[in-house]
Every structure is written in C-alpha cells, then in structure tokens.
C-alpha cells in the first residue's frame, strides 16, 4: 500500500466514523421526584435524561421504567455541547423501581452513548392506616407520617412509621430544584454552585 493510499483510507476513515471521535453520551437521569405517591391508581412522574458530547444533530434513548411497562424511546437534541430529553411515565402499584437510560436508534437517528440510572420509590396515598385483623385493632401513624414499607409485623403487631413526602412538589422557583431522600425534602441548586 503506498503512502497516497495510507493517507486517503484515514481520511474516508475520519470523514464516515464520526461516532467514534465525536459521541453523545448519556451521564444522567433525574426524576422530578425520588418518591411519589398513587393517587387514583396512578403516580406520574417526570424524568430528565442529560448528557454531554460533541457530535452535532441528534441521538436516540431508549428508557426502561422497571415496572413491565414498554420502554419508551426519544430523539435527544444537542445545544452548547449538552442534550436532554423528558420523559413522563405513570406507574400504577407501589414499590421501589430501577429507571434506566441507554442509546437505542430511534427511526434513523443513531443510538446515543452511555447508561444511566436511577431508583424512585412509588407508594398508597394514605398508607399510614393497616388493619390488624388478629388485633381488632387499626395501625395508624400520625399526620405527616406513613406506614414504612413492609415493617408490619402480623405476628407481633410491631410497625415503624416514616415522614410521609407530599404528594404536590414544592416549586423551587428559577434555577432551583425539588428533591427528596434520606427523610428530608428541600430546593437545590442547578447551577455550577451545587451545595
């Protein structure tokens, strides 16, 4: 092979493989809430699936819900070197849910990169309530308190009640958003002075 040669075939190389120089990967999903609560049988929650890269046009995602829903998929745009897409889903029973967002073509659009995932925890409106039927008696948490999950003891009667999150978020005004965990709600910076 001359050196002519070599030369062309690296630049059809470089010119058709894009992909591999310059990709948009997924690095995050967040959901608007970490814990919901069913309403009429249902609980919709939005997420946003974020990602960096430096490929021009768009790519595809594909999001898994973890409930045996399908799957949902979606064309992500690039601005400024960053893309996102939202998806909203409706889970209809209580548990705990792995979300997770990975490329996958979408039409002809190509997959995007990389995995990301995330959990969220669904629950009854008003669960802090349980009949104890070998009791007789009711199990009820105070206000603002809910029935932990699966800390009812038949035997025994033993139950634990955890603070309940609201069911509407808080709205956290510009450049803040809602977040839930570790027993405690709160607004939190989007900006680069995350604290």
Known sequence: MTRTSIVALTAFTFTFAPAAWAANNITAIAPDAN???LKDGNAT??????GQGNAEG???ALISYGDQTSPDTQTMGRTN??????????????????????????????ACGGVAVTKISVAWEGRGQRRDDRRGAEVICPNGWQLSEGSFNR??????????YPAQRMDCGRG????????????????????
């Open 81 to 110: 070197g960053i893309f996102s897409g939202e998806f909203t889903h409706s889970f209809t029973r209580p548990g705990e849910y792995t979300i997770t967002a990975k490329g996958e073509p979408v039409n002809q659009t190509g």
């Open 176 to 195: 803040l958003r809602y977040f839930e965990g570790n027993n405690v709600i709160g607004c939190k910076s989007t900006g680069n002075n995350r604290r």
């Open 58 to 60: 768009q790519c595809g």
């Open 45 to 50: 929650v939005r997420f946003r699936v974020s």
């Open 155 to 164: 035997e025994s009667g033993a139950f634990t009640c955890a603070p309940s």
């Open 35 to 37: 814990r919901v609560v």
